[in-house]
């Protein structure tokens, strides 16, 4: 029923082969953010100890294994920004021999693993990618377009945000966005944050229980979780979109300034970052997220805004 092999990219699986709905859940896209990992060891040796009975199938990925030996976000480049059709099926048709970076190996073993899945059209499959962010407050869900998508975010108490996957290209959610699949990423708090385990871990159980796969029972150990969160984040706008997105590249030499936290409010021509070029203001009013605060990545900041 399950099985767990933490040397491998398998994580785990766990459920009923044959099962109508399969969840693929990716950890570790970035190699900087290792707590999605432990998650899932976690929650598969919870199941496995109860023998919880889960009417459907959980597949459980460590993604960049290169990465996250190093515990930097990536190698060469940005896992989860090459997610694109065409990309996949080059991958497909190239030996490993004539791939030139880290991750375009480590996206071909993945898609190894997950194509006989995600082309099975006799089964309901959902993506969730755990993450986590190098800010402060950073516990929010992105979604594709799949009405799906929010309805399965909407299970978890944070932010929803709106509007990324048209401004951040090449994404997990993109790819699933491409065939027609409800995919959310979930972001559980800050890399170092131990909490963020047990928030990812409440989360998918809730989602697993919303969609009928576990039994209300099932859901009351991780309950006090949910309600903390439900405390902890009341007080952060629920849906948001994004305005804007501060698109960086590492000869820009970008430097965000300290002190910044996710859904903190910004004014226009706020003095937010430097680069080489000098200062760079805040464009509009809003609230900033995802603020860069560690070396490696292509996206400075966002400015999202409430929705009504």
Not at 44 to 71: H, R, Y
Request: proline content about 3%; charged content about 25%.
């Amino acid at each position: 029923m399950y099985f767990c092999d933490r040397m491998e990219r398998l994580i785990g699986r766990y459920g009923k082969y044959g099962a109508a709905k399969t969840f693929l859940i990716f950890a570790g896209v970035h190699g900087n953010e290792k707590l999605g990992i432990q998650a899932l060891e976690e929650l598969f040796e919870e199941f496995e100890k109860k023998q919880v009975d889960f009417d459907g199938t959980i597949i459980g990925i460590a993604c960049n294994l290169a990465a996250l030996e190093q515990d930097i976000r990536y190698i060469h480049k940005d896992l989860n920004r090459q997610w694109y059709l065409s990309k996949i099926r080059k991958l497909a048709a190239l030996p490993y021999g004539m791939l030139n970076t880290s991750e375009d190996i480590e996206q071909k073993h993945i898609l190894e693993l997950i194509l006989d899945v995600v082309y099975d059209k006799g089964k309901e499959l959902m993506l969730i990618d755990l993450h986590t962010t190098s800010a402060i407050g950073g516990c929010f869900c992105i979604t594709n377009s799949h009405p799906r998508s929010s309805e399965l975010a909407l299970d978890i108490p944070v932010p929803l945000i709106n509007g990324m996957v048209g401004k951040i290209k090449g994404t997990t959610l993109e790819y699933f966005d491409e065939l027609g699949l409800p995919a959310v990423a979930y972001e559980a708090g800050q890399h170092a944050e131990i909490e963020a385990v047990d928030r990812m871990k409440a989360g998918l159980v809730s989602i697993f229980t919303k969609t009928s796969c576990l039994k209300d029972r099932d859901l009351e150990p991780y309950q006090f979780i949910l309600d903390k969160m439900t405390e902890d984040f009341n007080h952060l706008p629920q849906n948001v979109e994004v305005v804007h997105l501060h698109k960086i590249t590492e000869e820009d030499e970008f430097v965000m300034h300290p002190g910044y936290i996710n859904f903190q409010e910004v004014k226009k021509g706020e003095y937010l970052a430097d680069d080489r070029k000098g200062k760079i203001l805040a464009p509009s009013d809003g609230l900033i997220l995802m603020p860069l605060y560690q070396k490696k990545g292509s996206d400075g900041f966002f400015i999202v805004r409430e929705l009504d």
